[in-house]
């Protein structure tokens, strides 16, 4: 029977719920015991006659360890893939259990040494909240004071957002523009269906509030050398690290090659359309595509941007554009990233020249 310590919800999701449990392929399994000794939660025992493991209690794995398989000589156990956990970690019920938990274990869990970082706190005052339908929001913030500003950080850089409630976890946002002489920067915020964060950003943020931030951080950032063709792939709210970039790139007069992939779920969530005519006209060197994974596409379609009523990777593999010698710059959900990852190396490209920023959902 499952032992009830292991059992336990994870995340406030019932464990019964998870689908996330080892598989021994028989014919694989060689009977070394390696799975069944090693695992502390006895969801395997040993068939003495047969010399084979065997899953008896699944329900006390661990979820998302892997370490029976990884240290099975005979590679003879599997897991569902490892998509359907990030999908759980994309859940605002799921991030919002470990604020609670961070919350109420702040004297066990803390750390108390200092540990030097570059970031600093600033203080950005809400210029603009621009709704894009339902679901989407650009809000342009600006320095408070000239020591606010943050026009020295790298395009594709995120910020972490600081909370207004105290025992919430900072959220991280991409800046949606190169540096500015101003100090400004836009962020795209995608609404979290049920989340904390998004309800406040969404209902209760007005112009000339002031939010804390702390950046800019992360090292997706351009890293190509001269006239390397360059490949943007987003999927959703991604678009923002990948504008940036682009707008560097298109700033600096660049004669690279560029090509935009960007999926979206149903064509109203297009956000930023007239940007992307305004590039594309401007830009011979610069071509976009809008994978649309719904039907329903208007009338009338952005001009000069081709629009495909499917998703990115299937879009991709059928795009008629050659991998060799591209640099690719990826931003999305983990499932997407994955995706076109495994498409991409298929494809031949070399993960050294694969850049990705990966959020959750």
């Known amino acids: 029977m499952p032992n009830p310590q292991f059992t336990k919800p994870w995340h406030g999701i019932a464990r019964e719920e998870i689908v996330w449990n080892p598989t021994v392929i028989d014919e694989a399994c060689i009977g070394c015991g390696t799975c069944v000794t090693g695992c502390s939660r006895l969801v395997y025992r040993y068939d003495y006659e047969r010399q084979k493991a065997v899953v008896v209690d699944p329900l006390n ?82 320095p408070r004071t000239c020591a606010d500003s943050l026009s020295q950080f790298m395009p594709g850089q995120y910020l972490h957002i600081l909370p207004p409630q105290r025992g919430w976890l900072a959220r991280a946002y991409s800046i949606a523009n190169a540096p500015r002489t101003d100090g400004s920067i836009e962020l795209q915020i995608r609404r ?35 006239n390397t063709p360059l490949i943007f792939i987003a999927g959703g709210t991604g678009f923002a690290p990948i504008k940036a970039m682009i707008e560097q790139q298109l700033s600096h007069q660049s004669q690279s090659s560029i090509k935009l ?62 991998f060799e010698g591209v640099d690719v710059y990826l931003a999305g959900s983990p499932a997407m990233v994955h995706a076109v990852i495994d498409l991409l190396t298929s494809r031949g490209v070399r993960l050294e020249h694969i850049h990705v920023d990966s959020f959750g959902q």
């Open 61 to 142: 794995c661990m979820v998302g360890c892997t370490t029976c398989a990884n240290t099975c000589p005979s590679h003879a156990i599997r897991f569902p893939d490892i998509s359907t956990i990030f999908a759980l970690e994309g859940r605002p019920e799921v991030h919002h259990a470990i604020e609670d938990d961070l919350n109420a274990r702040h004297d066990q869990l803390s750390w108390h040494d200092v540990i030097p970082h570059p970031e600093k706190i600033v203080t950005l005052r809400v210029d603009a909240i621009n709704y894009q339908g339902n679901d989407t929001i650009i809000l342009t913030l600006s």
């Open 192 to 226: 979290a269906k049920d989340g904390r964060m998004s309800r406040w950003l969404f209902e209760d943020l007005h112009i000339g509030d002031t939010l804390g931030a702390r950046g800019p951080m992360g090292s997706f950032t351009l890293r190509s050398k001269a």
């Open 261 to 322: 992939f960007w999926g979206l779920h149903a064509y109203e969530d297009l956000y930023e359309g007239d940007l992307l005519e305004q590039w594309v006209k401007n830009n011979p060197n610069l071509q976009v595509t809008l994978a649309i994974s719904h039907i329903d596409l208007p009338k009338e379609l952005p001009e000069g941007i081709a629009v495909v009523n499917s998703n990115i990777v299937d879009v991709l593999e059928d795009a008629d554009i050659s």
